[in-house]
């Protein structure tokens, strides 16, 4: 899973990006269908995602979305909410263009930037839930702090959510896994859903994709981290 940063005034990046071999088919996606579903985010002005969909209906962020397999899957499943993904990995969207098509979904849009100057320009309190499902460990200690989970990062997302919205993690590296579980509980607006202030049992909702299937096959353990926003007084 990538992490789009394009902004020059950053020397220290959280993703690599990496083209990969896009199809003839997910190239033409970009040209019939991004004027559909996605939209071109312009750095420093400000976005509503709402503005985005017009049934006025909740809206949940996928951020780092790859072939967009999980994205799609959660559209499908609650098609009273509107989803918005961020990706930068060109054949990865170019799939989820496609599938977003053939399957009829029209509660998705997606952006391809830089998440973290997207959320900057996010009006506070303006999403359901965040997802991040499996982003770059980044696994040698010297780029731990390449790593997307840090604490201004997990800040601008509580900011973000709305009174009561969720934050929805995935890892299969353990020490990101721990990482991310301080960081979270180090966060004062958030509110760790598990009983025991650890991880959670594999929402329901969540698909096992095929790339979650692939670690489990090299014996890769998965954790889940599930908070809440705190209601406002």
């Known amino acids: 899973m990538t992490q789009a940063e394009a902004a020059p005034r950053r020397t220290c990046r959280s993703y690599v990006l990496r083209q990969g071999r896009e199809t003839p ?8 269908l991004w004027s559909r579903f996605g939209h071109d985010f312009i750095p420093g002005v400000p976005l509503n995602p709402a503005d985005l969909f017009e049934n006025g209906g909740p809206v949940r962020l996928e951020i780092g979305f790859g072939n ?8 499908a499943a609650h098609p009273d909410c509107n989803f918005l993904g961020i990706e930068v990995h060109r054949p990865g969207i170019g799939r989820l263009l496609l599938t977003l098509e053939r399957e009829g979904l029209a509660n998705v849009r ?8 997207v959320l900057d320009v996010l ?26 989970v ?4 997990v800040a601008t997302l509580a900011r973000v959510l709305a009174p009561g919205g969720f934050l929805h993690l995935a890892t299969d590296w353990e020490d990101y896994a721990q990482q991310m579980l301080a960081v979270l509980r180090g966060c004062p607006d958030l509110i ?20 979650e299937q692939r670690g489990q096959r090299l014996g890769h353990g998965v954790r889940d981290l599930l908070f809440h926003r705190r209601p406002t007084s």
């Open 25 to 32: 088919g997910q190239r033409q996606a970009f040209t019939r």
């Open 68 to 75: 967009g397999e999980a994205l799609a899957h959660l559209a």
């Open 110 to 117: 997606l952006l391809r930037h830089d998440a973290v100057e």
């Open 123 to 148: 009006p506070s309190a303006c999403l359901e839930g965040v997802y991040l499902f499996f982003p770059d460990p980044w696994p040698k200690t010297r780029h731990h702090k390449r790593r997307l």
């Open 150 to 153: 840090q604490p201004a990062f």
């Open 192 to 211: 760790n859903n598990a009983l025991e202030g650890g991880f959670v049992a594999r929402p329901a909702d969540r698909p096992l994709t095929h790339f």
